[in-house]
């Protein structure tokens, strides 16, 4: 997983964003979390598939799951925007 956080300007009020991504090519297992959620950082949001091994994606900050873009059954392609987290 990838995280980036887009850190607000110095003249800005807007919290930091986390931007959740795949580090590989995978199936979309299981979908623990939904938009709205409060997670803590180290929560698990989903799991993913990839050559029979669970690839748990977690949290690295805490905040509000603001935009889910994956489903089960979905692929994700490596760098594919999983979720954000506000």
């Given amino acids: ?5 887009a850190l607000p300007g ?6 930091a964003v986390a931007e959740i991504r795949a580090e590989m090519v995978a199936n979309v297992w299981r979908v623990l979390v939904s ?3 409060h997670v803590a950082d180290g929560d698990t949001l989903v799991i993913l598939e990839s050559m ?5 994606i977690l949290a690295e ?22 979720a954000v987290i506000d």
């Fill in 35 to 37: 938009e709205g959620d």
């Fill in 61 to 82: 900050t805490s905040g509000v799951v603001s935009k889910l873009h994956v489903a089960e059954g979905d692929v994700v392609q490596e760098d594919e925007l999983i």
């Fill in 10 to 15: 110095a003249h800005q009020k807007e919290p």
């Fill in 1 to 5: 997983m990838t995280f980036r956080r």
């Fill in 52 to 56: 029979k091994m669970e690839i748990p």
